[in-house]
């Protein structure tokens, strides 16, 4: 059974940093690609940030240059470095393992979420 759990988010006002890691139970996530996604009231799930089994790093426009993926293969856990935070940042970000053939494609697995809130 395939268990993704989030942690990290919190409340940060803009200019802030947040760390979120994702620790992974009955997969290898060094043998995925795993991807963070997030979703705000209203809005649609969005991919942010991904990295291939290779390790091989993607990201959103919005992010890019403010937000890094990286991985612990020795503690299966995915982490979300966030610096330069910004209102439109909030949101409840979501861990996923997936596919990578030429852009990231989710696959249903899906943690809980974190909730992070920017204040201005």
């Known amino acids: 059974q395939v268990q993704l759990v989030e942690s990290g988010g919190g409340l940060v006002q803009a200019g802030g940093s947040l760390r979120l890691s994702c620790v992974a139970s009955g997969i290898i996530v060094r043998r995925y690609a795993m991807g963070w996604y997030r979703q705000a009231p209203g809005k649609q799930r969005d991919l942010v940030a991904s990295i291939t089994s290779g390790g091989s790093t993607s990201y959103a426009d919005s992010v890019r240059g403010r937000f890094t993926i990286s991985r612990d293969n020795a503690k299966n856990t995915v982490f979300l470095q966030l610096n330069s935070l910004k209102p439109e940042d909030t949101a409840v970000y979501y861990c996923?393992?997936?596919?990578?053939?030429?852009?990231?494609?989710?696959?249903?697995?899906w943690g809980q979420g974190t909730q992070v809130t920017v204040s201005s």
């Open positions: 996923n393992a997936g596919s990578y053939w030429g852009s990231y494609s989710p696959l249903d697995y």
